[in-house]
T-cell receptor, first 111, second 110 residues
């Protein structure tokens, strides 16, 4: 039973470029979450999605960040015009309803 | 004041010791409580999940929730070097929006 799959695992972007992070939830899970772990900080909730719907985006920065979970294909977290402060580990998680399982993360480095 | 407080450690114990990890919280609406283990450069791995108050045991791990004191604990018996990791408590009022502690770094020495 495959876990939550994230790619790429490591991504390097220059300031001003776009970063796209992909996530496939565990089989049978219809809830997807994105969390961010900044250096020396804890994990912070960003967004909660179900297929074709954003349910809660209260943790998303107001600008440059967007997320989607289309009917077909993986969930995408998109960061436009990246800045150095976006360097972090981005974790996707999925849930069958009551518990949340995390992927291995995507480490974004902005140079 | 943070919603969830967790001593960051580091905590170092000899192999075989009983480890006690703790978190306190301020939001009385929290009812889902989880413990995750995270190895360096890896994702958080769910260890224990408790809904509302009470104890839960799984092998060498025991989770306790005391809602009256707003205090949760994770006990690890017969600790092993492979238990060396960062342990994260997480909790929420609704499942989707987990609030995490800072994490406690544990080192188990052979």
């Amino acid at each position: 039973n495959a876990g939550v799959m994230q790619n790429p695992r490591h991504l390097v972007r220059r300031r001003g470029q776009e970063a796209r992070l992909r996530c496939s939830p565990m089989k049978g899970h219809s809830h997807v979450y994105w969390y961010r772990q900044l250096p020396e900080e804890g994990l912070k909730f960003m967004v909660y999605l179900q297929k074709e719907n954003i349910i809660d985006e209260s943790g998303m920065p107001k600008e440059r960040f967007s997320a989607e979970f289309p009917k077909e294909g993986p969930s995408i977290l998109r960061i436009q015009q990246v800045v150095r402060g976006d360097s972090a580990a981005y974790f996707c998680a999925s849930s069958p309803g009551d518990t949340i399982y995390f992927g291995e993360g995507s480490w974004l480095t902005v140079v | 004041q943070k919603e969830v407080e967790q001593d960051p450690g580091p905590l170092s114990v000899p192999e075989g010791a009983i480890v006690s990890l703790n978190c306190t919280y301020s939001n009385s609406a929290f009812q889902y409580f989880m413990w995750y283990r995270q190895y360096s450069r890896k994702g958080p791995e769910l260890l224990m999940y408790t809904y509302s108050s009470g104890n839960k045991e799984d092998g060498r791990f025991t989770a306790q929730v005391d809602k009256s004191s707003k205090y949760i604990s994770l006990f690890i018996r017969d600790s092993q070097p492979s238990d060396s990791a960062t342990y994260l408590c997480a909790m929420s009022g609704v499942v989707r929006k987990l609030i995490f502690g800072q994490g406690t770094e544990l080192s188990v020495k052979p």
